[in-house]
């Protein structure tokens, strides 16, 4: 059954609260974790949201795209009984959804998801084998960056420091085509006493830094490829000094040219492809 669509002519209708504002990165944090949603944004989005099983809160969408976007969400509510079937359904001109959203939404489709409880690290460390460890990555579209790397090249799951962005944020979503809903990922507490929960796992915490005493990756010995624990840090800083000292080795993307790194997404593309490469036949 297709779902009843609702239109909207005044941006500010209480109706499409979840969506006011959506470019203000201080008032979303400060509204969607502590409400319990999150922001999908594109119709490729939606379906893998609902197809992993999240609960729908509503949609709101371009006038033009009722159809297609009804469509997409009927089938993925039958092939997902009860991922949000009866949700409301709200359209609108794309001058409605700017003043309402603060941005063009020129892909026209927006849907509002009702979050799940968050795993521990022990439940993700559980069921994994390569696992990427994100310090203090606060920028939204390297972590969408990274958990898209980390589902296309192998690696399991994502631990995230406490201050690292929240990999729901709309940006992070959108970036990583919605992979973050593939890739199993929890906070790590406290930090960086809780590296030592990672190591009790099996796993070898492998410190990514261009330190020019760092052991290029590709040399890392058979026991620390075994079950590897990735350790990534922020843009310029990188990872501190406390972090690499609890990890088991440094490791090093050997440059050339005079380039001293790479920015943390694609360093953590190669990085996962060099510890994955043999995990198809390993697995």
């Known amino acids: 059954m297709s779902p009843t669509v609702t239109t909207i002519t005044d941006p500010d209708d209480e109706r499409i609260a979840d969506y006011r504002a959506l470019t203000d990165v201080e008032l979303r944090t400060r509204w969607e974790p502590p409400n319990g949603l999150f922001i999908a944004e594109g119709e490729l989005v939606l379906r893998r949201a609902l197809r992993a099983g999240y609960q729908l809160r509503s949609v709101l969408v371009d006038a033009k795209r009722v159809a297609e976007v009804a469509a997409a969400v009927d089938e993925a509510a039958v092939e997902e009984a009860g991922t949000g079937a009866d949700a409301p359904f709200y359209a609108g001109t ?4 700017e003043k309402a959203t603060g941005f ?17 690290a022990a439940e993700v460390l559980a069921t994994a084998r390569r696992v990427a460890i994100l310090e203090d990555v606060n920028n ?8 898209r790397g980390a589902a296309a090249l192998g690696m399991d799951a994502v631990l995230l ?3 690292c962005a929240d990999p729901l944020y709309r940006r992070s979503v959108r970036v990583s ?3 973050v809903f593939a890739v199993p990922y929890a906070r790590l507490e406290p930090w960086p006493a809780g590296l030592d929960t990672v190591r009790e796992a099996g796993f070898s915490v492998l410190a990514l830094t261009p330190a020019p005493d760092a052991l290029p990756i590709q040399r890392l010995p058979e026991r620390h490829r075994h079950r590897p624990a990735l350790l990534l840090g922020a843009e310029g ?20 040219r005079g380039v001293d790194s790479l920015n943390v997404a694609a360093a953590a593309a190669v990085a996962f492809w060099e510890l994955c490469r043999d995990a198809g036949r390993e697995d």
Do not use: K
């Open 94 to 97: 794309q001058d409605v959804l």
């Open 104 to 120: 063009h939404v020129h892909r026209g489709v927006l849907a509002s998801f009702h979050r799940r409880p968050p795993a521990s």
């Open 140 to 147: 939204h579209t390297n972590v969408g960056a990274i958990f």
């Open 161 to 163: 420091s406490p201050s």
């Open 177 to 179: 085509m919605g992979e």
């Open 237 to 256: 800083a990188g990872l501190s000094w406390p972090a690499q000292e609890a990890s088991d080795a440094r490791v090093v993307i050997p440059m050339h």
